[in-house]
């Protein structure tokens, strides 16, 4: 089984219109990344099989925990708030230790917030079943949880596989 991993980018910054693009070339699974983000797991990519493989197309989102991030389960406490790469690293071992490829079921009860979509682990049938990401750049993610939720989908959060997100770094960086 194959995932194909997209960092999705458009040149009208229409990130829903992107997505949509994209899943018509998907064959099954994709997983799609932020541009700011680093999979600091070496064992990420296994970890997305392990977890597809796990829970299967009941699943419509799959995603891992991060440093920076507007959803709080998604938002992993004590991750370093500096930008210190090596820091997080170990901060990212030190939770795949704990966790290992654990999958959580996030439920609206436990979890009432949208996810934020710095990585959408999602398989072509839940798109075609939600009629795919609303057009825009912001919100697309939290409309496509809703949607999922409403077809009946599964979400769930991997707390073992951290990635750092350079969301709030990037004035470290002179363009951007």
Not at 8 to 22: F, Q, V
Not at 83 to 106: C, Q, R, S, T, V
Request: positive net charge; charged residues 20%.
């Amino acid at each position: 089984m194959e995932i194909q991993i997209i960092v999705p980018w458009g040149k009208d910054k229409n990130l829903g219109r992107t997505y949509n693009r994209l899943m018509k070339t998907v064959d099954d699974w994709v997983c799609f990344l932020d541009h700011d983000v680093l999979m600091l797991n070496p064992n990420w990519y296994h970890m997305c099989r392990s977890a597809v493989k796990k829970v299967g197309h009941r699943a419509g989102w799959i995603t891992g925990v991060t440093n920076a991030i507007a959803n709080p389960y998604q938002l992993r406490t004590g991750a370093p708030k500096e930008p210190d790469i090596l820091k997080h690293m170990h901060f990212a071992k030190k939770l795949y230790n704990k966790h290992g490829e654990k999958l959580e079921l996030l439920s609206n009860d436990v979890c009432p917030h949208l996810l934020s979509g710095l990585m959408i682990l999602t398989h072509k049938g839940a798109w075609e079943a939600t009629g795919g990401f609303m057009d825009g750049f912001l919100g697309v993610d939290n409309e496509y949880h809703k949607l999922l939720i409403k077809n009946n989908y599964k979400v769930y959060v991997m707390p073992g596989l951290y990635m750092y997100h350079l969301y709030h770094n990037k004035k470290l960086w002179n363009k951007y």
